[in-house]
């Protein structure tokens, strides 16, 4: 069982934490299943919570989905590929956008998905797409997974650049 959350904390940078049960949800294994937790940095090992923690290149497996991240704007939740004939069956997926303020104060939107090949021990992160101005935070994106392991990113996002009026829906 997992669930990922968003931690906005103003102790720590932005992160997509997760909580793990390798015991069906039963109380407290979530606590005790769980590599990820809200004072574990890139390296896996725990900080002084007074401390500022720095994130990790995307390429860089971490204990979290998305550690310590200035950009995180958010997520949406935790996708396993459940299919026994996918390539990348009991891979583990999870959606988020991250956004970033160019040199001209303009706001520039990223998709990303976090993924762990390894029953969320460890995440890796890479970017799906860059939308630019139109921003797609009108309702979390999701993910889903067919039955060949082929990921499927749906969010919804402004029409026109730095608007906040029509939506539309995308998938990639």
């Known amino acids: 069982v997992y669930v990922s959350f968003n931690n906005d904390s103003a102790e720590y940078e932005?992160?997509?934490?997760?909580?793990?049960?390798?015991?069906?949800?039963?109380?407290?294994?979530?606590?005790?299943?769980?590599?990820?937790?809200?004072?574990?940095n890139q390296s896996g090992a725990t900080i002084d919570p007074t401390a500022v923690t720095t994130g990790a290149s995307d390429s860089t497996p971490t204990p979290c989905p998305d550690p310590s991240d200035s950009q995180l704007y958010i997520s949406g939740p935790v996708v396993a590929d459940n299919s026994p004939s996918s390539p990348y069956h009991h891979d583990l997926y999870i959606p988020f956008v991250r956004l970033y303020t160019t040199s001209s104060g303009a706001n520039d939107f990223r998709l990303y998905i976090a993924r762990s090949t390894d029953e969320a021990n460890t995440w890796t992160r890479q970017e799906v797409a860059d939308l630019g101005s139109h921003?797609?935070?009108?309702?979390?994106?999701?993910?889903?997974?067919?039955?060949?392991?082929?990921?499927?990113?749906?969010?919804?996002?402004?029409?026109?650049a730095g608007s906040t009026g029509t939506q539309a829906i995308y998938y990639t």
């Open 135 to 160: 921003d797609p935070t009108n309702i979390f994106p999701e993910l889903t997974v067919d039955l060949a392991g082929n990921l499927y990113f749906v969010w919804s996002q402004d029409q026109s």
């Open 14 to 40: 932005s992160t997509i934490a997760l909580a793990r049960s390798t015991h069906d949800g039963a109380p407290g294994t979530f606590t005790s299943d769980s590599v990820c937790n809200l004072l574990t």
